[in-house]
């Protein structure tokens, strides 16, 4: 059985670009993809900034080779998208040699069809078209995705809200290192609904001026929409096709705060285990962290609770740190993958990217985001946080392949 | 080796909480089957009773009295001040998440375009609220999973839940599923064919030749430990799940692998709890598949007792392992004689000819 698990091919879509190459981009020039609301219907326009992905539903299809069909949901296309570059990317092709898996996480699944359907289904139960309504389920996505990749092995779907997609990756690692894969998909995929929106904006955790992680100013969250997928291999698979692996996973953890059903606590307690835990699985000392791309959502809670952690996790010695959430904006049940490809990327590349929108450090803690862009610096192990509702909280660590 | 030293249920069967087995049966008349209120007083602090989605407070319910039971079987203890043990992981299956809460937000959304809104139905929409919600009430800090994959999600929890007690992770585990009936989501799928449109009583669902089934719902859940003790109700051998066999003949091939995998004859597979939820289509699969494969064992049916829903199998698994434990074998539930022996017992299941899951439990 496996012991250690390669990252063999990876894939992305956000709002800073269509694939790994355009958001590497646009992470390197620092560009942002957050903006005004383009394409979701909603009275937030010109309120609320959103990171879409640019491209309407219509659009996406035809860049899936569907064109025209009704049977996709925009999370199911962006998750058909990504996890399509990641195949490719790994260059596997499916010999029914090694038992492959597809494990997927989602937290909006089919909402935008949803929200089409219930215009009509809250008038008169009878109506609203049906089309509309069967993809609700965040499983359909993953099904969608199976069926497009010829995955009929293992699959499943996770839905622990924002660390969804982290909490994918560490069952896939899990189902290789029980021999019961060889190889396994693993990321997630989300799109922007007015669902979400609303439901972030009852809460008042969205900032008007887009998110500002770490600040001592900042005043909320900035959602995103996207998908990433990362392959996951066994040794012996690995070892076989005498693949060179991008990166290899070397720890993680998934604990629970038990605080509140959506506040973090003020000691941090989940995110201090689950960092604590993936580093004791890793057989590091927290010294050996080079750089952590931590939750950083931009709501006052999140940020000072995980600034708290960190500094109780590391004491003095709290590594380089920043939120990519500036860029993609926070992408719910896809984010855990996005920034695990942001970390494998960070590690081929030997490159921080910084903290966007980052002015002043907040005052309870003593430390402060990477706010420029680093290059040329050897990166061995990041660390990736990512913190839920329901104190869903998860930490992974991801090291160079040596 | 995996026992199950615990468990709860919440169904529409109020009388199978009571600990009797055989419970008397419930009998229904509609196309309906929902949960009457167990008592979630008894559970659950009266000031977030009535804030609670229905799914949430079976979940919570079906979870204490699980936790409560398994205090029992092992004889430990949290403490004094705690009828139930807390568990080291909690790793729960649900096909729909919480219904009440998404319905209630989304609809008033687009009511009152966008406006006026209030966060406590979005706050509980989450799909992982319930795990959320065991784990706070017990200040459970560790390992905490939710799976949403349609028939799958009750299967995916059990099956982590092997592979935390393999590795060595975790020496305890609670895992179930809950899914809930709202009249929105009936309504939705009574239009997309998925129930009988007459009335059919409950207790002769398979006598009735109308195109769909009757819809369930239910909270259940599991204590799981590598050691077993006198009272351990069954051993949990293995669990599988199959995507869009094809056909018959490939889920038989399946299932005969499985146990082949066990080291279990097909001889020795004393009863199937099959998924028969009364319609025909569907029906006449698990006939094919166990003729083909198991042509020697008993056959038993639960859906008639919980309706039909996406983690419709974790109800089966609560009524396997208690007529594993009681060695009785209700004869509401029989299509067969019943079984000489009972040693093995296969759980198979499929969710709309999608989702083919397959539960082994053995005596302990």
Partial sequence: MSKRIFITGIGMISAIGDDVDACLASLLEQRSGIGPITLLPTIHQGVLPIAEVKHSTSMLLDMAGHPGSRNYTRTALLGILAAREAVGNSGITETGEYRIGLVSASTVGGMDRSEQFYQSFV???????????????????????????????????????????????????NLIKAGILDRVIVGGTDSVTRFTLNGFN????????????????????????????????????????????????????????????????????????????????SGLSPSQIDYINVHGTGTQNNDLSEGIALERVFEQGVPRFSSTKGYTGHTLGAAGALEAVIAVLSIRNQVVFPNLNFSTPMKELHIKPVTELMTGVPLRHVLSNSFGFGGNNSSIIISSYI | MIFINGLGAVSPQPNAGSGQFPFEFTKYDGNQLRCPDPGYKEFIPGDQIRRMGRVIKMGVTAAKLCLRDAAHVT??????????????????????????????????????????????????????????????????????????????????????????????????????????????????????????????????????HQRGSVAGEGATFFFLQKEGTHNSYARLRDVRTLLKPGSDEKTGRYLLQMLQENEIAPADIDLVVAGFNGDPGSDAIYRNVIAASLPGSAIALYKHLCGEYQTSTAFATWFSAMMIRHRIFPEFAL????????????IYNHYLHVNHTFILLSAP
């Avoid at chain 1, 965040?138 to 622990?160: F, K, N, V, W």
């Avoid at chain 1, 995110?271 to 835990?277: D, P, S």
């Avoid at chain 2, 919600?133 to 799958?152: D, P």
């Fill in chain 2, 335 to 346: 299509l067969t004689p019943p079984p000489v022996n009972l040693r093995n017992i296969l």
């Fill in chain 1, 123 to 173: 008038v008169d139960n009878r109506k609203g078209r049906l089309i509309d309504v069967v993809n609700h389920d965040c499983a359909d996505a993953t099904e969608r995705i199976a069926a497009d990749l010829g995955i009929d092995g293992y699959i499943t779907t996770i839905s622990t809200a924002c660390s969804s997609s982290v909490n994918a990756m560490m069952h896939g690692s």
């Fill in chain 2, 75 to 208: 004889g430990f203890t949290s403490g004094p001040e705690c009828p139930e043990i807390i568990p080291e992981a909690i790793i729960t299956g649900t096909g729909m998440g919480c219904m009440e809460d998404t319905e209630k937000f989304l609809a008033t959304m687009i009511r009152n375009n966008e406006e006026f809104l209030t966060p406590t139905s979005f706050i509980q929409s989450t799909h992982n609220t319930v795990a959320g919600q065991i784990a706070l009430l017990l200040k459970c800090h560790g390992y905490n999973f939710t799976y949403v994959h349609r028939g799958f999600s009750f299967e995916n929890a059990l099956l982590d839940a092997m592979v935390q007690l393999r590795s060595g992770s975790v020496s305890n585990v609670l895992a179930g599923g809950s899914d809930e009936l709202t009249p929105a989501y009936f309504s939705i799928t009574s239009r997309l064919g998925h129930w009988k449109r007459k009335p059919v009583g409950n207790d002769r669902l398979l006598e009735d």
């Fill in chain 1, 202 to 281: 009852t809460l008042m955790i969205l900032d008007k001026r887009g998110c500002r992680p770490f600040d001592d100013d900042r005043a909320g969250l900035t959602l995103g929409e996207g998908a990433a997928y990362l392959v996951l291999e066994s040794e012996e698979a690995v070892g076989r096709s005498q693949k060179q692996p991008l990166a290899e996973i070397s720890g993680y953890s998934n604990a629970n705060d038990a605080y509140h059903q959506t506040a973090s606590s003020p000691d941090g307690k989940g995110a201090f285990l689950a960092m604590t835990k993936a580093i004791a699985m």
